[in-house]
């Protein structure tokens, strides 16, 4: 088990990064939001219809879009507080050292299965408690096996196998019955998977890559993260059908699309305040729109090259992707869609073996931020967006941490 450091320490080597003024800076007038008024913003809203259900075109940007991206794309805004309670139960709200966040996976798997076999050509909503209740109620308020109104993990293996059948607890332990977050009674359903499904649900808006000037942009890269080794990472993912596997308690990445990384889109589920045990989640999407191998050392070379050339020019004493001496052998571009919680830009990830150690880190590139996009982020983000991608070591919180040990 590696050692988890303090959340509040820099990594060994790294400077702790404080919110620049180009992150930070929002308009002090009547349109910035307050602490208060965030909370004002409701937690889910459903895309506006017209009377034949068609959709209607909205702003392109602004607070409403904003708020129309929390939550998740499979659950209503009428579904969210039971679904935020049973998640809680399961997870958020159990204390000390009787929870792992593979509880929480499992948590996020019972609510996409059912979804997927009972409502995939809707959204869920407060109608599916029911169901819910008559597999959980019981275990909720029971407390001779775990504390009031929280579920341990046999009880949630126990809930699930009433709610969607005997097959569940062992269909999920098993890698080749399970992927997209999802458990399969057997191999060949899973083969069968219908991406278009979620998909259809998502209403997905254009790539956003940044567009402002270079220097006034956001250049940042996070801890890079020991691996077991290179190949394991390029096994793991290359296969995104195993993404939500490396889940943390602050964050999901679920694919959209069929095939593999190339091109591949993805649903970004992440969750601040789960300290206090009241999270709040919201969601964006990014497109892989560049991927580098070995396979094209040029194409590498030049992307490595480009990265480290920003990072020196326009990051704010920020570290070089790669340190000198390291040997580059991924990287990708991950770039947001219309209504990402960080707005416009680009996230990379990257893959280098440096003193026969494999070394897997984030760096990113985004525009200012829009008001109502940085006001949220100073306010509930900024923490839990750094977190999840290793800085300050919490291996629960980190999705780099929770790919390491889950390739193990």
Known sequence: ???????????????????????????????????????????????????????????????????????????????????????????????GHGRDVDDLRLAFSILTTYWYREASDRRLHLNDLAAFHRA????????????????????????????LGPWFPEAYADDERRGWGIAFPTA????GYDHGKRMRLTRLGGLTPESAAAEEQIWHTYPPVEMPSAEAVIAALTKPETWPDYASE?????????????????????????GAGRPIFTRGYVTVTKLVTPEDPEGLGAWFDELERGLARYGE??????????????????????????????????????????????????DPMPWHVGRAYAVAGREAQHAFWGQGGVERLSLLHQLAERIA
């Open 136 to 163: 959980f109620g019981q275990d909720r308020f029971a407390t001779e096996r775990s504390a009031r109104g929280v579920l341990d993990r046999e009880q949630l293996l126990e809930g699930a196998a009433r709610l």
């Open 1 to 95: 088990m590696r050692r988890t450091a303090d959340a509040d320490a820099p990594a060994a080597g790294q400077s702790g990064h404080t919110m620049s003024d180009k992150e930070s800076a929002v308009p002090d007038d009547e349109t910035t939001l307050r602490p208060s008024d965030l909370a004002e913003l409701p937690m889910h809203l459903e895309e506006e219809t017209d009377d034949a259900g068609r959709a209607v075109k909205e702003r392109a940007s602004g607070p409403v879009h904003f708020a129309r991206m929390s939550g998740s794309s499979i659950a209503g805004r009428d579904a969210a507080p039971w679904v935020t309670d049973f998640l809680n139960a399961a997870y958020y709200r159990r204390e």
């Open 317 to 366: 004493g920020e570290p070089r992707a790669v340190p000198h001496g390291g040997t580059p052998l991924v990287g990708f571009d991950l770039t947001t869609h219309r209504g990402h919680f960080m707005g416009a830009g680009h996230n990379r990830l990257l893959l280098y073996t440096d003193q026969g150690k494999a070394w897997v880190r984030a760096a990113g590139t985004w």
């Open 188 to 191: 060949e359903e899973k083969a």
């Open 250 to 274: 602050l964050g999901r990445f679920t694919p959209l699309r069929p095939g593999g990384l190339a091109d591949q889109t993805f649903e970004i589920e992440v969750a601040a305040g789960t």
